[in-house]
């Protein structure tokens, strides 16, 4: 459980810092298109279905080893909010990442035209 906690905090930690935009010059104009988005989407995604997965074994261990049923049923609430909502954002991460790919190409392709973006 503590090994799920620190990898979830690491995946959102590096999610929050990964960089999303594109590395721009001083005059705004775009230097290069930056790789790591679909990472830091990745990386969102994956912090998700972690933290439903602490939930859910926080609901098993909570159900077998404690007498609390207050505790377990927090814990049951909560993962079923996650896995009702785990669907949904699979399909938007995907649409999102084929979104920025195709972006990300258009403006490959206009950069490597010449073409100045601001």
Not at 22 to 41: E, H, I, P, T, W
Not at 44 to 61: D, E, K, N, V
Request: with cysteine; hydrophobic share 55%.
């Amino acid at each position: 459980m503590l090994l799920l906690v620190f990898i979830f905090i690491m995946c959102l930690y590096g999610a929050i810092r990964l960089p999303y935009k594109n590395k721009r010059a001083d005059d705004g104009r775009l230097v290069s298109v930056n790789d790591l988005k679909y990472l830091k989407v990745f990386l969102y995604t994956l912090s998700y279905i972690l933290l439903m997965f602490i939930f859910g074994i926080g609901r098993s261990l909570s159900a077998n080893f404690l007498y609390l049923n207050g505790l377990e049923r927090i814990f049951n609430f909560l993962f079923w909010i996650l896995f009702s909502f785990l669907w949904p954002l699979m399909v938007l991460s995907i649409i999102l990442t084929i979104i920025i790919y195709l972006d990300d190409k258009r403006l490959k392709k206009a950069m490597m035209r010449g073409v100045p973006f601001r």
